[in-house]
Each structure stands twice: as structure tokens, then as C-alpha cells.
């Protein structure tokens, strides 16, 4: 290793490790060295060695930039630069999900990951974007999206008096910018898609989807933009919205659907040690004790086993369980505001976090099995005061009951 100015002649990784202390200490010298390099494992000796993008003093973006935009750095390199600060732990989805939609991407699809809330699909689209693309952007569906929010549109801006037309690139053209910009396969993730009208706002895709020469939209500089193999479209959308028979035909002809269902107990059982775990000893809640409310909270809901139903209240996932512990975790330790009420606690959280949720997408009879549920987890769960979320339930039902003009014909 050298730091005296060098006599470069190949710029490949030799010449890297060689001259690695002058290319680390400018970004000018770093820069030139990136863009000069033909050899990709210069770079990832550069990156994944010496943290080039991080290490060189004064650097800002500059560097990074360099990296992202270079045709000869490999991905698995340019993950590493644009990803450093992103940590979303293992993929926890059922193996048939994730191999589904890995294959979908791979072969060039898009794809829907749906299923009732608490699935993990946000985070998996998310897991899957940093594993196949250099990074993502994700944008969430409302119901005032219209066409323009996912190809771009042309609006009116008044600078000095005068007005100009100015045009802004929507989530999926910018997503296209980005693939091409970077020379590498860039994710786009719009969440909630069944909060917009999917067969409206959806519409200058499919197009595009299946024919990769028909442009959704022009940049500033009059360049057509075009849907590619590049850009990795991952969607996501709740059952409690829809189901997928109410989806648009032209939607499942042309997207992967990735149903996000039940885990089975023993990836649920693993979650909820992972969770439950970061209490730590110094939070004094019975953790084995916790682990069973957790379990017979989520079998209740699902299956029935508490209401004496024949079938659950409804589809309810295992990742909201999560809160519960972070809450508890916070709440409980000294200092904290349940600190020698651990009990009071629990409850609070389950009223907080999970009983809102439930609640929210819920039928009166729903509700008042809600209301059942609960009261049976309290009796059975003593040392868990969840009478918070009982009472919530028994309120949200009376309201309910209102509304629906119930007691004027009892």
C-alpha cells in the first residue's frame, strides 16, 4: 500500500490495494479513480475493504454518486453503498412466499403481496427490494391518486410573474430514472394499492407492463421513459380492503399475487420468542406466560378458540405483537412509567396497539366477539389485567349500536 502519488496504468484492483492510501485521501483522487476503473473488483476492494464511500474525508455524496452511476461496479457492491444504513433483519415469511416472489422479480414480473393485516407484507416488500435492487423508494396509495401520481403529469409554476410548465415524474417513472441513472435494477413499492381505483390509476401501466417499448411519460429533457426490466415493481395490499376475486382482471392477468397468510406455529412460536426475548431479565414479566396470551390472543382471533365459534373473528397477522413488546420494553423498565406495573401494563398495550386494530375493520357481531374474546383471555390470564381492552371493545359495540338505531327496536 502506497500513499504517494501514483503512476496508474491500469486502474485495476492491483493498482487499488497498491495505491489504496492516495485514492482514500481526497475525493477528487477517489472520484477519478471510480470513474477510470474498468475493473469491478477494484471497487469492491474499494467498498467492501477500505469503506471508500464512507472513509474519505469530506467525501458527502460525491463518492457515493460515482459508485451508484458506475457501469462497471457490481450490484452487490452498489447495494453496499446505497444500503449502509439500512438493517431490516432476516426474512421471517413463510419459504413459499419468499421463493414466489423472488422468482416473480427475477423473471421480470411485478407483483401484489397480499393478505390480512399483520402479515409482515410492507416489511417483506421491503426485504425483497434490498435483495435484488440497489435500493427503493415506496410510496402509499390514497384515494385522492390519480393516473399522474404513478406516470407524472405537467404543472403550472410561477417564477418572476411568469408561468412555466414544469413536468414531475411520478413514484414509477421516478423509479425508472433511478434504474437508469444507476445502470442497475432499482425498486419501486406502492403500498395500499386498494386504497386508490386501481383500474384507473393503474391503467398507463399495463400497457407498459407487457410491452416495454410503450413510454408512461417524458423527463424535462424530452426523453422517453419506459418500463424496463430494471425497475422491480412490488405492491402490497390489505385483505380488510378487498378481496382479490374484486380485483381488477387486468391487474391479476399482468401482476404476481403473493398471498401473505397464516404463519404456522412454529414460525409464529419464533417470532414471538425473537420479540419477547428483548424484555430482557430486568423487566419483571413472566415471559413464558406472555408468550401463551400472545398465543391464545392470536388463536382466539383466528380460530374461534375463545368465543366458542366455529370460526375465527377474523384474519389477524402475527406482526403486530411486535408493539406490544417494544411498548412493554419501554414501559416497564426503571424508571419507566409501568414500572412495578407490569400487569396494568400488558393491558394497556393490547388496548394501545392491538384491540384499535382489530376493532377498526370490524361488524357489530365482530365487535361484541371481540368484546367476548377478551373477557375470556382476562379470566384465563389473571396476572394480565386487560380490562382496557375490554371495555374499548364494549364501548366501540355500544356506539355501533347507536349508529345502527339497535335499542329503538328492542
Known amino acids: 500500500m502506497s500513499s504517494g502519488k501514483p503512476r496508474f496504468k491500469d486502474y485495476n484492483r492491483q493498482e487499488a490495494e497498491e495505491y489504496s492510501g492516495f485514492i482514500l485521501s481526497g475525493v477528487a483522487q477517489a472520484t477519478e479513480f471510480i470513474n477510470k476503473t474498468d475493473d469491478p473488483e477494484a471497487i469492491r476492494y474499494l467498498v467492501q475493504e477500505r469503506n471508500i464511500d464512507v472513509d474519505v474525508p469530506g467525501s458527502g455524496t460525491e463518492i457515493e454518486k460515482a459508485i451508484l452511476t458506475s457501469k462497471t461496479a457490481p450490484i452487490s457492491v452498489k447495494q453496499t453503498v446505497a444500503q449502509r444504513n439500512d438493517d431490516l433483519g432476516d426474512i421471517r415469511v413463510p419459504e413459499t412466499v419468499r421463493k ?7 423473471v421480470g414480473k411485478p407483483i401484489v403481496l397480499y ?16 435483495k435484488s435492487c440497489i435500493n427503493y423508494s415506496i410510496s402509499t396509495a390514497t384515494p385522492s391518486w390519480t393516473p399522474a401520481d404513478i406516470t407524472g403529469s405537467i404543472q403550472p409554476e410561477t417564477e418572476d410573474g411568469e408561468i412555466q410548465y414544469v413536468r414531475q415524474a411520478g413514484c414509477v417513472s421516478q423509479g425508472i430514472q433511478k ?30 407492463i407487457e410491452d416495454h417499448d410503450q413510454a408512461i411519460f417524458r423527463d424535462e429533457e424530452g426523453n422517453r421513459l419506459t418500463l424496463n426490466d430494471d425497475v422491480k415493481l412490488i ?19 399482468r401482476f404476481a399475487m403473493v398471498e401473505l397468510s397464516r404463519y404456522d406455529d412454529e414460525q409464529r412460536a419464533g417470532l414471538f420468542d425473537d420479540w419477547i426475548g428483548e424484555l430482557g431479565p430486568d423487566i419483571d414479566i413472566d415471559q ?51 414500572e412495578g406495573e407490569e400487569s396494568v401494563a400488558v393491558g394497556q ?14 361488524s357489530l357481531p365482530q365487535i361484541n366477539q371481540l368484546a367476548t374474546h377478551y373477557t375470556t383471555l382476562d379470566d384465563q390470564f389473571g396476572a394480565f389485567d386487560l380490562t382496557p381492552a375490554i371495555n374499548l371493545a364494549n364501548r366501540e359495540a355500544e356506539a355501533e349500536e347507536r349508529e345502527m338505531g339497535v335499542g329503538a327496536y328492542e
Open 100 to 106: 414466489n416472489a423472488e422468482t416473480a422479480l427475477a
Open 115 to 130: 393478505g390480512p393485516t399483520g402479515t409482515g407484507k410492507t416489511y417483506f416488500a421491503k426485504q425483497l427490494a434490498l
Open 179 to 208: 434504474a437508469n441513472e444507476y445502470h442497475d435494477n432499482w425498486a419501486v413499492i406502492i403500498d395500499e394499492i386498494t386504497r386508490a381505483d386501481i383500474s384507473q390509476v393503474f391503467g398507463p401501466l399495463y400497457t407498459a
Open 235 to 253: 405492491c402490497t395490499m390489505n385483505m380488510s380492503d378487498r378481496t382479490v376475486n374484486e380485483l381488477d382482471n387486468a391487474i391479476t392477468r
Open 288 to 338: 413464558d406466560r406472555l408468550h401463551d396470551l400472545f398465543d391464545s390472543h392470536h388463536e382466539g382471533i383466528n380460530s374461534g378458540t375463545t368465543t366458542n365459534g366455529e370460526s375465527g373473528i377474523m384474519e389477524f397477522g402475527p406482526m403486530h405483537y411486535v408493539d406490544v413488546t417494544r411498548f412493554l420494553k419501554s414501559a416497564c423498565e426503571d424508571g419507566g412509567p409501568y
Open 349 to 362: 398495550a393490547f388496548a394501545t396497539y392491538i384491540a384499535p386494530r382489530l376493532l377498526n375493520s370490524a
